[in-house]
């Protein structure tokens, strides 16, 4: 399944499955974009980034993919676990030395 | 652990008080950043120091003010508070200036009542 950010959105998927989660970004200047896993009681934590110049970035499970034709930034989750139950926040900025700017986030539930 | 301490976790105060709130950024770090999380309006930049100085700032209200000391931390100081104000404060650190893989502390949560 997917959902589209920026409007607090509930991804629901069953543990083992794929979760991808969508993100429309405002700026077409935007040179940097970073994802946020933030769960309940904790600050937003670091999961990945990519730069303009890249329209993919694989990490650990997880694959960040950039569009900037049509402005859209996802983030894929490999067999997702309970423990990816949170809420996911992209952010972009605007040039280099701009400030991050917070989607409004999707919340993903993983049900076991 | 991100390295980001924040204290106190919890605040409850009056409207009208004057609060501060304290953020250690992780070790190496001279960028601190200073965001507000609220539910209708999501994370939002308040302030950001490098290395003592005032780098960028945001939405940040003129009753709200922050520093960073010679040992890098960073102090948030919010006063003639209002209920509007209870929000969940957060500290993040980076190694320069450029706004990338901000780490972020565990918050502050501010209750005004």
């Known amino acids: 399944g997917e959902s589209v950010g920026l409007h607090l959105p509930t991804l629901s998927v069953q543990e083992g499955d794929n979760s991808i989660i969508n993100c429309a970004y405002s700026n077409s200047a935007s040179d940097y974009f970073i994802w946020y896993k933030q769960e309940s009681g904790k600050g937003p934590q670091f999961i990945i980034d990519i730069r303009s110049n890249m329209d993919k970035r694989q990490g650990q499970r997880v694959t960040v993919l950039l569009n900037k034709t049509v402005k859209h930034l996802s983030l894929q989750i490999a067999a997702t676990q309970p423990g990816d139950s949170a809420v996911y926040f992209c952010a972009e900025r605007h040039n280099q030395g701009g400030k991050l700017i917070f989607g409004q986030g999707t919340e993903l539930s993983v049900k076991p | 652990d991100s390295g980001v301490t924040q204290t106190p976790k919890h605040l409850i105060t009056a409207t009208g008080q004057r609060v501060t709130l304290r953020c250690s950024p992780r070790s190496g770090d001279l960028s601190v950043y200073w965001y507000q999380q609220s539910l209708d309006q999501g994370l939002q930049f308040l302030i950001q120091?490098?290395?003592?100085?005032?780098?960028a700032k945001g939405n940040i209200l003129e009753r709200f003010s922050a520093q960073q000391f010679p040992d890098l931390h960073s102090e948030l100081n919010l006063s003639s508070l209002e209920l509007g104000d209870s929000a969940l404060y957060f500290c993040?650190?980076?190694?320069?200036?450029?706004?990338?893989?901000?780490?972020f502390g565990s918050g502050t949560q501010l209750s005004v009542l």
């Open positions: 120091y490098y290395n003592g100085e005032e780098r």
């Open positions: 993040a650190s980076s190694e320069g200036t450029t706004n990338e893989k901000l780490f």
